[in-house]
Each structure stands twice: as C-alpha cells, then as structure tokens.
C-alpha cells in the first residue's frame, strides 16, 4: 500500500468495493413494519447556531440522490425526537451510535464515559443500532420478522 493518499484513492477507485459493492447500494429497505437506512431519511433541514433542526419530508421515498446523500450522515434520533419518523413504522437506523439517544433521551450516562450505554436505543418510530464498535468492542444484533413488500425474500 502506498503512503500517498492520491495513489491510495486511485487503487480504491478501481477496487470492487467501488466498480460494484457502492453502485449496488440502496438507499433504504421497506418491509410492513420497519424501514433500515443508515443515518435517517430524507429531510427538511436547517441549521442554526450550528444545531440542526429536522422537518419531515412525506416525499422522502421519490427522493434524489442529491437528498439521500446527506440523509446517510444525519442522526436518526435527533431527527426522530423532532418528530421526523415514518407514521406507522419503525425506522432501524445506524450511523449515530446508540449511547446518544441513552444520554440525551433517558438520562442515561454519557455519551462516551465509562458509563456509556452502547445497547440499541428503542424511541418513538426508532431503533438506533450503532454501537460504536470501534469504541464499545459490542455490536448491537435484533431479530425481527416482517412481511417483506417486495415479494422476494
């Protein structure tokens, strides 16, 4: 592996990761109950005073590539808790790690300490996942079953 980030990015550009594993991506899963992403879903967003601040968007599944780019990166529990979820479902969400939704929501220790709670964070219209693993050493597993609404399984 070179030591220069240009020659690095450009064997990554040519790896498999970015030829067919990225392009293969999608944006999010939908069965009956649940919706999976990786930050949140598309949303109206302002910042002020370096806070953001999430509307919902019920238009968010016709979204563009443009809007769930940055949908990725955004904190699911901080957006659920300003009243962006999905009416009648349950978003799985990662990206955030679960001990902010534990010390922001319920109290309960910091966000990073030793008294960090890492454990899935279970809100109103939200399961947050992200156990910070290279932090924590946990991962965070939950079984669910659900009719899948593309017929495939």
Same mark, same amino acid.
């Given at each position: ?47 002020? $005073?370096? %806070? !953001?601040?999430?509307? *919902? ?5 016709? &979204?563009?590539? @443009?809007?769930? #780019?940055?949908? /990725? ?40 300490? $030793?008294? %960090? !709670?890492?454990?899935? *964070? ?5 399961? &947050?996942?992200? @156990?910070?693993? #290279?932090?924590? /050493? ?16």
């Amino acid at each position: 592996m070179s030591m220069y980030p240009g020659a690095t990015a450009a064997r990554m550009r040519h790896s498999d990761l970015f030829k067919i594993i990225l392009p293969a991506m999608k944006d999010y899963f939908e069965t009956k109950n649940y919706i999976f992403v990786h930050g949140w879903i598309p949303s109206v967003v302002n910042r002020v $005073n370096r %806070a !953001d601040y999430y509307r *919902y968007n019920s238009d968010w599944r016709n &979204a563009s590539s @443009a809007d769930w #780019a940055p949908a /990725r990166w955004y904190n699911g529990m901080l957006a659920a808790h300003q009243g962006v979820i999905e009416p009648g479902k349950t978003i799985f969400c990662g990206h955030w790690n679960s001990s902010f939704g534990h010390s922001a929501y319920e109290g309960k220790g910091s966000e990073y300490g $030793n008294d %960090a !709670d890492f454990s899935p *964070y279970f809100g109103k219209g939200i399961i &947050a996942l992200d @156990a910070c693993t #290279a932090y924590s /050493r946990q991962v965070n597993c939950i079984v669910i079953e659900d009719e899948d609404l593309t017929g495939d399984r």
